[in-house]
């Protein structure tokens, strides 16, 4: 088991660009693929990006590729989102997710460890 903490959301205008960490405790860290999904009102929790373990590896939702950018740095725990040139459709809650597998669909199912979420909103 790994507990994730997510920070670095707010309120931001579209075009602007916001950092989201998470950071985890335990000494396992390095053993979890790692991933980000969001939900906004009223709709199904959807994966973003993830990132293997060893970070050499990652995978993004068509709707944020090249826009957003994951990295994690194992020594300090942490996984970040960079995202840049939002959207008003990038507003939502924002969750960290640790899996022991990469089976390459991303489903919800298959990550055994969630944060509580940031909210990130991004104005018109």
């Known amino acids: 088991q790994v507990q994730l903490v997510e920070s670095g959301g707010g309120l931001v205008q579209a075009g602007g660009s916001l950092r989201l960490s998470c950071a985890a405790s335990?000494?396992?860290?390095?053993?979890?693929?790692m991933a980000w999904f969001r939900q906004a009102p009223g709709k199904e929790r959807v994966f973003v990006a993830a990132i293997t373990r060893g970070g050499g590896g990652t995978a993004y939702a068509d709707s944020v590729k090249g826009r957003f950018t994951i990295s994690r740095d194992n020594a300090k725990n942490v996984v970040y989102l960079q995202m840049q040139s939002l959207k008003p459709e990038d507003t939502a809650l924002y969750y960290c997710?640790?899996?022991?597998?990469?089976?390459?669909?991303?489903?919800?199912?298959?990550?055994?460890?969630w944060g509580q979420g940031t909210q990130v909103t991004v104005s018109s």
């Open positions: 335990g000494r396992t860290f390095s053993s979890y693929h």
């Open positions: 997710a640790a899996a022991s597998r990469w089976s390459g669909s991303f489903r919800t199912y298959e990550y055994d460890n």
